[in-house]
């Protein structure tokens, strides 16, 4: 069975830093993409940031700079450092996981991040 839990979501002031994790579980993890995402209140869910199996990583533009997404196959875990963050990045983060070569992907339940002003 494979689970995805995020953790690290929470209340924050604008300017401040959050490490968000992703723990996963029953998947062999170096083979997988592992992307967070993001949606907020009436809006679509978006990408965020990827990291890609050989440990490369994208970043959408309204990130990029500010946030770092980074993995740990020995852990089994995936991270997004978020700097510098604002009101426009309170949204439910989501981890997800697809496998290198397949469709194959997986979803987290999501972790809350409010960001207050």
């Known amino acids: 069975q494979v689970q995805l839990v995020e953790s690290g979501g929470e209340l924050v002031q604008s300017g401040g830093s959050l490490r968000l994790s992703c723990a996963a579980s029953?998947?062999?993890?170096?083979?997988?993409?592992l992307r967070w995402y993001r949606q907020a209140p009436g809006k679509q869910r978006e990408l965020v940031a990827a990291?890609?199996?050989?440990?490369?990583?994208i970043y959408s533009n309204a990130v990029k700079g500010r946030f770092t997404i980074s993995r740990d196959n020995a852990k089994n875990t995936v991270y997004l450092e978020m700097n510098s963050l604002n009101s426009e990045d309170t949204a439910v983060y989501y981890c997800?996981?697809?496998?290198?070569?397949?469709?194959?992907?997986?979803w987290g339940q999501g972790t809350q991040v409010t960001v207050s002003s």
């Open positions: 990291s890609n199996t050989d440990g490369s990583a």
């Open positions: 029953g998947i062999t993890f170096p083979t997988y993409i």
């Open positions: 997800n996981a697809q496998w290198y070569i397949g469709k194959n992907q997986y």
